[in-house]
């Protein structure tokens, strides 16, 4: 099938699910989106899901190519003209016999002409990074280990034996196709002979048998910023698969998993702790320690009457990032002990006697006598 016609029944926004006039980012988001659910390693043996992802990344190569994106939309709209004429070259005396000829001619658009198969950028992918706390919230630089296709070192992503090249195709001129001249119109098919790549390789490597690509384990180093939240992507352009035929390759998406911390816990960029204070404390005031995330203690006022729950902010002992600092929310807990030595209790019971008043009173205020 040719590409105009493949472009012509295959409604591309459907599949990735967005809107004709969506916007490039609301494209790549819905496809980051298709890709990761139906992607190979997270439904591994799921030939459906295999085939949807193959799908999916057809349909975001031609969308996220703004000017694809632009000869796609019409194609569409020119109907079944532009679907069956795809693959249909015409002889006019002029020009390069493309579609575009055939447009002007017509008073229609502008088409690129065809090329047999042409670059194609590689997959993305996705892996998981699991993170401490402590190494989410100060930045790190780590690595992930991975299996995936990438360029084979062996021949060096040429799909030819070391020694040997390439060799452009004789049958089609290293143009990928070849024409079939029928009078006015001529129709354009892959060449048959180089499968439509434009070139031949007589002596295929023997690793990758000339694919230029071969699966492997695969290291890659990544700086983690300061403040990484838990679920946060980082995105590495160019570590995907490999391009075919010349084609970028695709970009590696890191899923941050950061374990909880024992002590502190995190909203935004702010730090949370929550710490023990005994009744008395909280009575007459005081001051206490609280712990930072870098190991150190600051002292906190504790203001007397303080309550249980009660939220108290030190700034700048938060989260660090290139371009903001948090702050340490401290929450303080009144702590009733659960046994009393008798010296205790004398003094407690000697502050009930002194207690004349009930906090509870204004909840009666209400009730008639």
């Not at 975001?60 to 796609?72: G, H």
């Not at 780590?142 to 799909?159: K, Q």
């Not at 690509?213 to 946060?232: F, L, S």
Request: one cysteine or more.
């Amino acid at each position: 099938m040719t590409a105009q016609r493949e472009w012509y029944e295959k409604d591309y926004y459907a599949v990735l699910g967005v809107a004709q006039d969506s916007t490039p980012k609301e494209i790549t988001k819905a496809y980051r989106k298709l890709a990761r659910e139906n992607h190979p390693d997270a439904k591994p043996g799921d030939a459906a899901a295999e085939e949807r992802f193959k799908e999916i990344s057809t349909a975001y190569d031609v969308l996220s190519d703004e000017s694809k994106r632009k000869e796609y939309d019409e194609v569409r709209r020119l109907g079944p003209m532009a679907g069956g004429m795809g693959g249909m070259r015409f002889n006019t005396g002029g020009g390069d016999g493309s579609i575009d000829d055939l447009l002007r001619m017509f008073g229609g658009g502008r088409a690129r002409g065809g090329g047999g198969v042409g670059p194609r950028r590689g997959n993305d992918l996705e892996a998981t990074l699991g993170l401490e706390f402590t190494e989410a919230a100060h930045g790190v630089t780590t690595s992930v280990h991975l299996t995936s296709d990438a360029r084979c070192e062996t021949c060096n992503g040429s799909g030819a034996r070391p020694g040997s090249s390439a060799k452009t195709c004789g049958q089609c001129g290293g143009r990928g196709q070849v024409d079939d001249n029928q009078g006015f119109f001529s129709f354009a098919s892959p060449c048959g002979r180089c499968g439509g790549s434009g070139s031949i390789i007589e002596t295929p490597c023997g690793v990758c048998r000339g694919s230029g690509i071969e699966k492997r384990n695969r290291e890659v180093k990544v700086r983690v910023p300061a403040g990484v939240a838990d679920g946060q992507r980082i995105r590495l352009p160019g570590k995907g698969t490999p391009g075919r035929n010349g084609g970028p390759p695709g970009d590696l998406f890191i899923v941050c998993r950061v374990a909880p911390h024992r002590v502190f816990g995190r909203d935004g960029e702010n730090l949370t702790v929550k710490v023990p204070i005994t009744f008395t404390e909280a009575a007459l005031g005081a001051d206490i320690q609280v712990p930072t995330l870098s190991g150190e203690r600051v002292t906190l006022r504790v203001k007397p009457g303080t309550q249980t729950g009660t939220r108290h902010r030190v700034k700048g002992r938060g989260i660090e990032t290139a371009k903001h600092q948090g702050d340490l929310i401290v929450t303080v807990d009144v702590v009733v002990p659960a046994e009393l030595t008798d010296d205790q209790r004398a003094a407690v019971e000697a502050l009930a006697a002194a207690t004349t008043e009930s906090p509870r009173n204004h909840l009666f205020s209400g009730e008639r006598s």
